[in-house]
């Protein structure tokens, strides 16, 4: 059964996560911002889907906003996965969020896409 983090049902300004089990990990969709006020929710699905395997996939295609806490996140979610002898991979981001990626240095190391 997947598990959902949702901020008052909200989606303006705030932040849904939705946890599923897959073999041999997690998967993530989330959706709305990921913030200062966000990205404590985004990190506690990551340990969530950790539980249920070394490898993470994170679908960030309906995320409207990303800074740099988001980016911590998942850079510090990757490394515990690495921990684990697994991954994480954003496996789909919208086009801005996708640019914060890459002028963060981060789009290759967290999407195994080239930015060029």
């Keep these: ?3 959902i983090f949702d901020r008052d049902g909200d989606l303006d300004g705030g932040l849904s996560v939705t946890v599923s089990g897959a073999p041999g990990g997690g998967s993530i ?3 709305g911002e990921v913030d200062m006020n966000t990205a404590g929710k985004l990190f506690e699905a ?3 889907a950790l539980r249920r395997g070394p ?3 994170v679908d960030l295609s309906a995320v409207t906003f990303l800074d740099s806490q988001g980016i911590h996140v998942l ?3 990757r490394q515990e996965a ?3 002898g697994g991954t994480l991979t954003v496996t789909d981001c919208a086009r801005p969020v ?3 990626l890459e002028i963060a ?3 290759a190391l967290l999407t195994g896409d080239d930015p060029a």
């Design 1 to 3: 059964m997947p598990g």
């Design 98 to 100: 996708r640019r914060v």
């Design 82 to 84: 690495a921990e684990r």
């Design 46 to 48: 990551i340990r969530d």
């Design 29 to 31: 969709t989330a959706a």
């Design 55 to 57: 490898d993470v996939a």
């Design 105 to 107: 240095g981060v789009l």
């Design 75 to 77: 850079v510090r979610g």
